[in-house]
């Protein structure tokens, strides 16, 4: 299993859910990624970032963050009536349990 650091926007509270004033701050989180997926998404970004500049991609976090944010954004659309989700800047620990 490889990690990887990502931009995601949360807030350094303790609580769980809540407003934060601070919205589009960037901080460090280590998501895990599917080896071949991960792989892919280096290949494209070191592609794009040396020969491809029009395409916008300096880097991974080019890749991952507009890719997470379209799935959230259908996420909302299947599961919330196009409404984002109540904000959660702490998650709980661990995985959730099986249904």
Known sequence: ???ITVSV???GSD???GTDGRPG???QRTVNFDQDV????RAAATFLAAYEPAA???SLADIVNPAVE???AELERDYNGGEAFRPVYRM???RPARR
Do not use: H, I, K
């Open 1 to 3: 299993m490889n990690e």
């Open 9 to 11: 926007g949360v807030s």
């Open 15 to 17: 609580q769980v859910t």
């Open 25 to 27: 701050r960037r901080v």
């Open 38 to 41: 991960l792989d892919r998404a």
């Open 56 to 58: 916008g991609v300096r």
């Open 70 to 72: 379209a799935y959230v």
């Open 92 to 94: 709980p620990p661990g």
